[in-house]
């Protein structure tokens, strides 16, 4: 077989995994409601999208990441730092608490990358790592508890409480945050050099890409969602806790390869994780609708992500699989 058939093979299978999943997306929206009516319903979409929110921004974050052939294991427990963080400055620093919240949040999804990338650590390993560090964290600067917000809450109350055309401002701003993260990553050089970095990252630095400040950018970036992650549900829960954002991490990196991004990296973006993101909200709505107990949700996300890298995984690229 020839290489241009090679290349029109790896080209229609990218379309086939890029419409896929719009396909199952519409397939259980249909299916849930069918079961339940009120689905489709003005208020259930709102709940849909208000719930979805968080999950989006974790999701978007994780993208960066595994667009480079990485992953952040520790972008739920930041989130849940970043909450604890919220909580315990807003009353003190208004606004500036929560652009306090997000530049903590940044720095540490760059040191992630820095130790990936300059100490030539796996991601894996230092967001594991990281995980127990920044839970920790959370952990003693909340000393083990819920912090309510009361005083300072009316500087984040608006994304709870507003609405834009009738939907939640914190899912319209988190679409937004993809949209604007999608148009960029097509014009701007850093962005098309994380896909190229994906692919063959090796190829990317000698053909001058600065592939090691790449990787700190894509994990501060994960940071940074992170961050508005934590303002969301800090807003929606009107209070930070160690663990509020934890159960997102296995749902965040559900979205990421069920939308069609390839976890070995290189292949997908942000507008194919806004799909994904939607898919898992719907999915978990509709095992809700069916009944299934909560405590097996987990479950069902692990075994999605496992059929979404085994059905998406161009296994072409990595040579041999471990």
Excluded at 124 to 133: D, E, K, Q, W, Y
Aim: aromatic share 4%; hydrophobic share 60%.
């Amino acid at each position: 077989m020839t290489s241009v058939s090679f290349l029109r093979r790896d080209d229609l299978r990218e379309r086939v995994v890029a419409a896929v999943p719009a396909a199952v997306l519409v397939v259980l929206v249909l299916a849930v409601a069918s079961r339940e009516p009120s689905f489709l319903g003005a208020a259930s979409l709102r709940a849909l999208l208000e719930g979805a929110a968080p999950l989006l921004l974790l999701a978007l974050g994780q993208t960066f990441v595994i667009l480079i052939g990485g992953i952040d294991l520790s972008v739920a427990v930041l989130a849940s730092l970043g909450t604890v963080l919220l909580a315990s400055w807003l009353p003190s620093a208004g606004v500036g608490g929560v652009l306090a919240t997000l530049a903590a949040t940044t720095l540490a999804g760059a040191l992630n990358g820095a130790v990936s990338a300059y100490a030539q650590v796996p991601s894996f390993v230092v967001t594991l790592g990281a995980m127990g560090l920044w839970s920790g964290v959370a952990l003693t600067v909340s000393g083990a508890s819920t912090i309510s917000i009361a005083e300072g809450y009316d500087t984040i109350f608006w994304l709870r409480d507003l609405r834009v055309a009738g939907l939640p401002i914190a899912a319209v701003l988190a679409i937004v945050a993809v949209l604007v993260a999608a148009a960029l990553m097509r014009v701007l050089a850093n962005g098309r050099a994380l896909h190229a970095m994906g692919r063959a990252e090796r190829a990317a630095l000698m053909s001058g890409a600065r592939t090691p400040r790449l990787r700190v950018l894509a994990f501060a970036l994960s940071g940074l969602c992170a961050g508005l992650a934590s303002v969301v549900l800090a807003a929606s829960q009107f209070s930070g806790a160690p663990t509020l954002a934890d159960s997102l991490l296995l749902p965040a990196i559900a979205a990421v390869v069920v939308g069609g991004t390839a976890i070995t990296g290189g292949v997908g973006g942000p507008l194919r994780t806004l799909v994904g993101a939607l898919l898992i909200a719907v999915l978990r709505i509709g095992m809700s609708v069916m009944g299934v107990d909560p405590s097996y949700e987990q479950i069902v996300y692990g075994a999605v992500i496992v059929s979404a890298v085994a059905l998406t995984m161009n296994r072409g690229h990595v040579g041999i699989v471990k």
